[in-house]
């Protein structure tokens, strides 16, 4: 357990780290942006940056308590704490989203004189900001559910961003105001998409459902063509932590093959190791009785 540092590493945390930075800047600069040119739409963009500097902050606790040791009533260590940060994230992001929607619609039915050449040059900060961020993570965002959703956080930034600066062209060459909180109101959709995102599957995974990229009948498969193996029930197949699986289960084995318990268990570890990346294996043999091995023969 302690061995597995996939979405744990040093390095994405060095990437957390720089993102925190940026997206810190970026929020405190939207948000005085905001302010001054009465632009609900950078308001709201801020609001979401600030969104993922919470995101970064809890990520970078939790990698930190994932890599402290397993113990006697933590068995699993902390590798549960990403996904429970996870679930928080995309909770608070989903009451942000509902909130800038609220304050939009408010903003549509009476619309306030925005400073549209002040709203492009602050849009323009934050995009540059999120592309930074993005470029960071873009070859490792798969590793882990919460660089995941720093990476996704970073792609709606960026779509946020244009859309606030497009608006704030729109303002600056056509004086139409009501384009800053229709803008304001899609940044609020996009970020309840991405919060449902996060919320679905880390609930899914405290569920203990079976990850989505396996099938239990194709488990169930490759440990029955293993030699020896007569059968498998109560197969469980979850998810510990991002890109950590663990199978548990029973397998029958005829009487004379007992003895090759040791044998048949190291052979169906290693084939769902290399066959589907499941690490973690507890199985337990049973030996089938001469009745039923009979029965299944007749």
């Known amino acids: 357990m302690q061995s597995y540092s996939l979405a744990f590493s040093r390095d994405s945390e060095h990437r957390l780290w720089l993102t925190f930075g940026i997206a810190s800047v970026v929020t405190v600069i939207e948000l005085l942006g905001g302010i001054s040119s009465h632009s609900l739409a950078l308001l709201s963009d801020s609001g979401h940056v600030f969104t993922d500097v919470l995101t970064i902050g809890v990520s970078i606790l939790t990698m930190r308590l994932a890599r402290k040791p397993h113990s006697s009533t933590r068995t699993f260590g902390y590798h549960r704490a990403e996904i429970l940060s996870a679930l928080v994230n995309g909770s608070t992001l989903t009451f942000i989203a509902f909130l800038i929607i609220y304050e939009a619609y408010g903003r549509l039915l009476q619309p306030s004189q925005v400073a549209g050449s002040l709203v492009v040059l602050i849009a323009l900060v934050g995009l540059a900001g999120n592309l930074a961020v993005a470029r960071l993570f873009l070859k490792s965002w798969r590793s882990s559910l919460n660089v995941k959703a720093v990476f996704i956080h970073?792609?709606?930034?960026?779509?946020?961003?244009?859309?606030?600066?497009?608006?704030?062209?729109?303002?600056?060459?056509?004086?139409?105001?009501?384009?800053?909180?229709?803008?304001?109101?899609?940044?609020?959709?996009?970020?309840?998409?991405?919060?449902?995102?996060?919320?679905?599957?880390?609930?899914?995974i405290l569920l203990e459902s079976t990850p989505k990229h396996l099938q239990l009948e194709t488990v169930a498969k490759a440990i029955l063509a293993v030699e020896g193996v007569n059968g498998i029930h109560d197969l469980h197949v979850w998810t510990i932590t991002s890109g950590l699986y663990a199978v548990s289960g029973h397998i029958t084995v005829k009487a004379e093959t007992i003895d090759e318990g040791s044998r048949i268990i190291s052979e169906v570890s290693s084939r769902l190791k290399n066959s589907f990346g499941i690490d973690h294996v507890t199985l337990q043999l049973e030996r089938q009785t001469l009745e039923k091995i009979q029965s299944n023969e007749n």
């Open 154 to 204: 970073a792609i709606g930034d960026i779509l946020s961003s244009s859309g606030v600066m497009i608006g704030g062209l729109v303002v600056t060459f056509t004086g139409y105001n009501r384009i800053d909180p229709a803008i304001a109101i899609l940044i609020g959709i996009l970020i309840l998409r991405n919060a449902y995102g996060l919320v679905r599957e880390s609930t899914e």
